[in-house]
């Protein structure tokens, strides 16, 4: 069974310190190619980590994560269309399993904490006001604006047009 976290420290030379790096080595080494979240955050002085706030931020970035490798106690990767090799050493490394995110604490930025995870689904939301609305033979309901040139075609099953006409009785 794997663990939920992995944890890896500089100076520790214990086995399951080498084994934590591989593991976190792989993790890394797998995100080549693929859109990560680059997330910065300063650790409270009271409360630490728990106290930190996750939700996006104006300097939160995503990219496409380019040759990611961890030599020694340094992580290095590119940003996909860039020549410019990046790099971070780091002092504590710890990879939460179950949400793919890894948390670098890097040497020389004792109070801070980067998380590295892939970016949340974003949702777009749709104001219609008043809208036109059918219920097409084939369970297919629509809502259109005529005037905005906006339709909508949602497909549902038996089971939720029960459902609707409930909310609606």
């Not at 179950?98 to 904490?113: A, G, H, K, R």
């Not at 309901?141 to 029960?162: G, H, P, Q, T, V």
Request: negative net charge; glycine residues 4%.
């Amino acid at each position: 069974m794997q663990q939920l976290k992995t944890v890896w420290q500089s100076g520790r030379n214990n086995p399951e310190n080498a084994d934590s790096l591989d593991n976190i080595s792989q993790w890394w080494a797998n995100l080549n190619g693929k859109e990560i979240s680059w997330v910065e955050r300063l650790i409270p002085q009271i409360g630490g980590l728990s106290e930190i706030h996750w939700h996006p931020q104006r300097f939160d970035e995503t990219f496409v994560i380019v040759n990611p490798e961890i030599r020694e106690d340094t992580l290095y990767w590119y940003k996909r269309g860039s020549p410019v090799q990046r790099n971070n050493t780091v002092h504590k490394l710890e990879l939460d399993n179950l949400q793919q995110q890894l948390y670098i604490y890097p040497q020389l930025e004792s109070e801070m904490v980067i998380c590295i995870g892939f970016p949340e689904a974003k949702y777009q939301t749709l104001e219609l006001n008043n809208p036109e609305i059918a219920l097409r033979g084939d369970n297919i309901l629509l809502l259109w604006e005529a005037d905005r040139e906006l339709e909508i075609k949602i497909s549902l099953s038996e089971e939720n047009i029960a459902k609707l006409k409930e909310l609606l009785a």
